[in-house]
């Protein structure tokens, strides 16, 4: 069982940045796809970034393209969303996930292990 740990979120203005955390524990953090996602109120849980065990494949949403960049540290089991120019539709609860496969997954129900989520507020 994989436990993961979100933090990080906050609440800021728009074009800043900010840094989430997700440090897992219980599993091999190593053999794990991480992802991402993010949940508006009202709307459905969705896909920002996704990186691969080996730390040599990442895939983004088009929204958050050229903005935010996901990277993991294996030997600390924690995988990080740095966030820039920040806009208000970023404004969700950001929510940390891991796979087991290869793949690197966009649809939530692939990923086995949730986190509890960070909340992420961008003001205008």
């Known amino acids: 069982q994989v436990q993961l740990v979100e933090s990080g979120g906050g609440l800021v203005q728009a074009g800043d940045s900010l840094r989430l955390s997700c440090a897992a524990s219980?599993?091999?953090?190593?053999?794990?796809?991480m992802g991402w996602f993010r949940q508006a109120p009202g709307k459905e849980r969705e896909f920002v970034t996704a990186?691969?065990?080996?730390?040599?494949?990442?895939l983004y949403a088009d929204s958050v393209k050229g903005r935010f960049t996901i990277s993991r540290d294996n030997a600390k089991n924690t995988v990080y969303l740095q966030m820039n120019s920040l806009k208000p539709e970023d404004t969700a609860s950001y929510y940390c996930?891991?796979?087991?496969?290869?793949?690197?997954?966009?649809?939530?129900?692939?990923?086995?292990?949730w986190g509890q989520g960070t909340q992420v507020t961008v003001s205008s």
């Open positions: 990186i691969h065990w080996s730390a040599g494949r990442t």
């Open positions: 996930a891991a796979a087991r496969g290869g793949k690197l997954y966009t649809r939530a129900p692939l990923y086995d292990y």
């Open positions: 219980g599993g091999t953090f190593s053999s794990y796809v």
